[in-house]
């Protein structure tokens, strides 16, 4: 994409593409939901100018766009730049200067550490900690009308916005996976992480999963609004996660019926689909939305064996193929490109789906379509597939276009099984159903590195 007149990238500056560059500024999770989808397509593909790209939007916002040291929430990234090719992020697009949305820096963040496994460099880890200290230091308990942090605060002076109800939001699966995260690699605050993670917890389990106040996402919205996204991005957390709630599965169904029966609309039932709406302030079917809540029911599918929604998910990621033009913009129905919508948050609903259903994924390619650790880099040749992954034990889903010849982890080569559940480590499993093509399912430990020769 082009870059603006400054030389900036255009889409680090703006949350609409028109060839005569659409005024607005960022988008409030442009950057975040780029690297979540990146991280993903970056394993898909193993294309490295992918993890380039991803370090070259995390070093623009680092550099451009924290809060001061010296305000009362410091180091948190601003989500919007009023001035918009001043190269810099200075507030909110609606609540205007020194406003921050603490939700979205809570996503930044743990998309900073996804960044760090995929690097090693420490400049990510240390700026998701940071994050994370100022929301530990701020969180308080919540209830109905609170959320454990506000939606929007003046990061400068600590006082809410007036009139932008900014006391309350749900999107905290970024705050969820930060703590989480952060724990999990011993990080010297880790108590107070996970008493973060706790309480935070117990208000998702007291106040939105009872009583389905999802509250506000989008910066140009002022008016209350529950959203698809605060939902539907919950019930991933809690499928992928399920120790974090006995009821996961109750949990996450709970959250899909909601959401189907707020914001799918049946404009499109003659033809066997049900898109999904944006939010309540904002009723307008969404190639972005639908397709997040068709990844998701087809998790949820995978993890429970129920195929009810299964068809129906898919032909819900059909209908928002419709919106990418052959060179491919991604309009919004009735709307703009949006480099939120149509990018960060699109391609990723499409990796969570084919890791979900490898069925999807492309019959002639070979692809890594999920991984329990980060992936640091994977190399696709002819003969071979490696692999490198953050963590030295794991487990990888693949589709690939024949049976492997044999399967290293390290020096130590893995054993066939005959099926998933009788992996128990360093072993894998090859499903064709009578087709030399299938899905690979590994299991590995004491190496970071796995190779597949063919």
Not at 391 to 404: A, F, R
């Amino acid at each position: 994409m082009e870059t603006c007149p400054n030389g900036v990238p255009y889409y680090l500056q703006h949350q609409v593409w028109k060839p005569e560059h659409d005024p607005r500024g960022l988008g409030g999770d442009q950057i975040s939901m780029a690297l979540s989808s990146w991280d993903l397509l970056h394993s898909y593909l193993g294309n490295d100018s992918v993890l380039s790209n991803m370090v070259l939007i995390a070093d623009f916002w680092l550099n451009n766009g924290l809060s001061p040291a010296s305000y009362k929430w410091p180091f948190m990234p601003f989500p919007y730049n009023s001035d918009v090719h001043s190269g810099k992020y200075d507030g909110d697009m609606r609540a205007g200067p020194d406003v921050i949305q603490p939700d979205k820096a809570a996503s930044f963040a743990a998309e900073l550490l996804t960044l760090y496994k995929k690097t090693l460099q420490p400049k990510y880890l240390n700026a998701a900690i940071k994050i994370a200290d100022v929301l530990v230091a701020k969180i308080t308990p919540g209830d109905e009308e609170n959320s454990p942090w506000p939606f929007r605060v003046n990061a400068r002076t600590g006082e809410l916005p007036q009139n932008a109800f900014s006391k309350y939001t749900a999107n905290w699966t970024g705050a969820l996976r930060l703590f989480d995260g952060l724990v999990q690699l011993h990080t010297p605050n880790s108590a107070n992480y996970k008493n973060a993670f706790n309480m935070l917890s117990a208000w998702i389990k007291n106040f939105p999963l009872k009583n389905n106040k999802w509250g506000p996402f989008f910066e140009d919205i002022t008016d209350w609004s529950n959203t698809e996204i605060n939902a539907d991005t919950m019930a991933w957390y809690i499928l992928e996660n399920p120790n974090w709630d006995p009821n996961w599965k109750k949990l996450g169904r709970q959250i899909l019926d909601w959401t189907l029966s707020t914001f799918g609309t049946n404009k499109w039932l003659d033809i066997g689909v049900i898109p999904i709406q944006e939010q309540t302030a904002y009723r307008v079917p969404g190639n972005s939305h639908t397709a997040r809540h068709a990844s998701v029911e087809l998790i949820y599918s995978e993890k429970t064996g129920d195929l009810a929604k299964k068809d129906m998910a898919i032909r819900q990621l059909n209908w928002a193929t419709y919106m990418v033009d052959t060179d491919g913009k991604n309009r919004y129905p009735q709307d703009d490109i949006w480099l939120t919508d149509g990018y960060g948050d699109y391609v990723r609903h499409y990796l969570r789906a084919m890791a979900a259903a490898p069925e999807l994924a492309p019959k002639n390619q070979n692809h890594l379509l999920k991984s329990s650790s980060v992936i640091q880099k994977v190399v696709y040749s002819q003969n071979q597939i490696v692999i490198t992954t953050f963590d030295k034990s794991g487990y990888l889903l693949l589709h690939v276009t024949q049976k492997p010849s044999s399967i290293l982890a390290g020096s130590n080569k893995l054993k066939e099984c005959l099926s998933s559940e009788s992996i128990q480590n360093n072993g894998f499993v090859f499903n064709h159903k009578n087709d030399p093509k299938g899905t690979l399912r590994i299991k590995y430990t004491n190496s970071n590195q796995v190779k597949i020769n063919f």
